[in-house]
């Protein structure tokens, strides 16, 4: 429903705006887990490190599961419509926002690490970040009418529709969406603290990696939706981006200020090395995919090795030091070679280009 209202939403406003707000409703229930976690750590201190357990968990399923399955996907349903697998997913210029606007938070979120501390202050910058995010996503003009052909047929319905009934359906859609997911979210999460009991899985494995694959099921199943269609591919993988964006800011900045809530005293997240280890290989993970994505195309070997590298620290969690180095030795050599073929620093070119037109109109 709320991905269907996304479609509709793109030809009101920009298809970045759509997918925020997407974005908002998809990772409710990512929201609520995160929360009550929070909420509890201000009182069992020692549950405070599952804080960051399910914050660098859910971001690192976003990037090395998340993206390489829009590939997958995409490229599965391009050879059956035409034969031959797809080589790359190529970027629309208005991503270029959400490119650029995944970096600035990665960027501030090393030093975060560096202090090892998330505290009230930096929750006050990262919702900066993301209201700047939204203030740009707001200047840029809606899709075109010609690409309401590639609609599903409810979206494309509403379209054709008068302009009271286009806009209360788009509406109806996002509450009727959003609704479903804010009273399912605490039985959910419930629902799934029983679940890792009655199994026996170790609390912070079950929230490292279980319970964001759970709460994130929504983003996956409408990107996947589209993903399924090649010329929707790009929209599919930035319903992740946008994701990854509102959880390196507004998730991360909510848990700083709920902890100091519960404690009753403003209070500062302090991270021990392991914690900080783990966010360091986000961090590191999460550079390596803007990297990859700044010539605005995104190329089915890019795809693997993102995906090997995940499945490796997944699998093997005593690699995680030497994929990091992995992570990080790669990020350097897109550097290089970015900067000894500028050419392909394609988002930075087309994001001057995009305020400009957005101002003249």
């Known amino acids: 429903m709320i991905a269907w209202g996304a479609e509709v939403a793109q030809f009101l406003v920009s298809q970045g705006l759509a997918l925020a707000m997407l974005a908002w409703l998809q990772t409710l229930p990512e929201f609520a887990v995160e929360a009550v976690i929070a909420w509890k750590a201000g009182h069992e201190p ?24 829009i590939f997958g996907t995409a490229t599965v349903f391009h050879r059956i419509n035409h034969g031959r697998p797809l080589k790359e997913i190529i970027l629309d210029d ?16 090393v030093f975060i690490w560096y202090k090892a501390s998330l505290t009230v202050l930096d929750a006050g910058i990262l919702f900066l970040l993301y209201l700047i995010y939204l203030v740009v996503l707001n200047r840029i003009p809606p899709q075109s009418e010609e690409k309401i052909e590639d609609m599903d047929i409810i979206p494309r319905t509403l379209l054709r529709s008068s302009k009271t009934i286009r806009n209360g359906g788009a509406i109806l859609l996002f509450l009727g969406g959003g609704l479903i997911l804010y009273f399912v979210a605490e039985p959910f999460l419930e629902s799934m603290l029983l679940l890792a009991a009655s199994l026996g899985i170790s609390q912070f494995l079950f929230v490292q990696w279980v319970a964001p694959f759970l709460s994130e099921f929504p983003e996956k199943l409408s990107a996947f939706n589209w993903a399924r269609r090649p010329n929707m591919a790009p929209m599919a993988l930035m319903n992740m981006v946008s994701s990854n964006i509102n959880q390196w800011t507004m998730l991360a900045a909510m848990l700083p200020v709920i902890y100091s809530i519960s404690r009753g005293t403003v209070s500062p997240i302090l991270f021990d090395s392991h914690q900080e280890a783990e966010i360091l290989l986000t961090i590191a993970q999460s550079s390596l995919g803007i990297l ?30 030497l994929i990091t180095g992995i992570y990080l030795s790669w990020c350097l050599l897109e550097v290089v070679f970015l900067l000894v073929r500028r050419k392909q620093l394609n988002a930075l070119f087309i994001f001057p280009r995009l305020l400009s037109k957005a101002g003249k109109k």
Do not use: C
């Open 46 to 69: 020692d549950k405070a490190h599952l804080m960051i357990a399910n914050l660098t968990g859910s971001l690192r399923l976003l990037v090395g599961l998340g993206w390489p399955m």
């Open 94 to 109: 208005e991503h270029a926002v959400e490119v650029l606007a995944l970096a600035l938070p990665i960027i501030y979120w």
């Open 292 to 321: 990859l994505l700044f010539n605005m195309r995104f190329a089915w070997y890019e795809s693997l090795g993102i995906f090997l590298l995940w499945l490796i620290q997944f699998m093997i969690p005593a690699t995680h030091r």
